[in-house]
């Protein structure tokens, strides 16, 4: 579907409709396998490829993970690091090693989101070029998980990784940083909460917390 640019106001169904699909975002972790139609999966990396960067320095490169060999080798990669996350568990191991992890596995698409080296951009970015890179590739990301909520398809964020090693798979070049695995795919059922809400990990900070005015929240 092509976009143009006419910058129209959104009507009052329209501005529910985005606020819907913001709220109804969840970070999934069960798929059902399945398959994502073509022209879906490219609306979804348009959305990527639409997300805001600062000095238009457009730092996301995508790779879509089609070799089988190459998926069981990223999901081994995955598994080793879980592995490594759970020995700093102490007496919530058991209970983390207990969570699913399998999407990698059993999604229908898989998708490397990798922060391209620093392409030289200057503009808004004197002070803080790595971090504004990071930024403008997290913004991409979230545009996808906003799009393929809006498709009906499930998302899920997997960042247990060894950066280095995963830039060795995927034949990065010196300075590319992977930051995502994101696992694509149809679902069962979206959660009603974050998955780990629901499994008592973390709550939701209250937004008195995260607000403040003139100076950093107390």
């Known amino acids: 579907m092509e976009y143009t640019s006419e910058q129209a106001p959104f009507t009052s169904q329209e501005r529910e409709a985005i606020y819907r699909v913001i709220h109804a975002r969840r970070d999934m972790r069960h798929f059902a396998g399945g398959s994502v ?79 391209a080296p620093d392409d030289g951009t200057v503009f808004g970015r004197r002070t803080m070029p790595d971090e504004m890179a990071l930024c403008s590739t997290s913004c991409a990301i979230e545009n996808m998980w906003l799009a393929a909520r809006a498709e009906n398809l499930g998302m899920g964020w997997v960042s247990f990784f060894e950066p280095a090693d995963v830039a060795s798979l995927l034949a990065c070049p010196s300075g590319a940083r992977p930051l995502a695995l994101l696992c694509l795919g149809p679902v069962k059922a979206f959660y009603d909460k974050p998955m780990l809400e629901t499994e008592g990990w973390r709550q939701r900070e209250p937004m008195e917390h995260i607000l403040a005015e003139d100076h950093y929240p107390q």
């Open 37 to 115: 139609e073509p022209e879906i999966l490219s609306r979804i990396l348009a959305a990527g490829h639409a997300a805001p960067s600062v000095g238009f320095m457009q730092p996301w490169r995508f790779i879509r993970i089609s070799n089988s060999e190459l998926r069981n080798q990223l999901a081994e990669l995955v598994e080793a690091e879980r592995q490594r996350t759970a020995e700093q568990m102490d007496e919530r191991k058991s209970e983390f090693m207990r969570l699913k992890v399998e999407g990698i596995r059993d999604c229908a698409e898989l998708i490397a989101v990798i922060q």
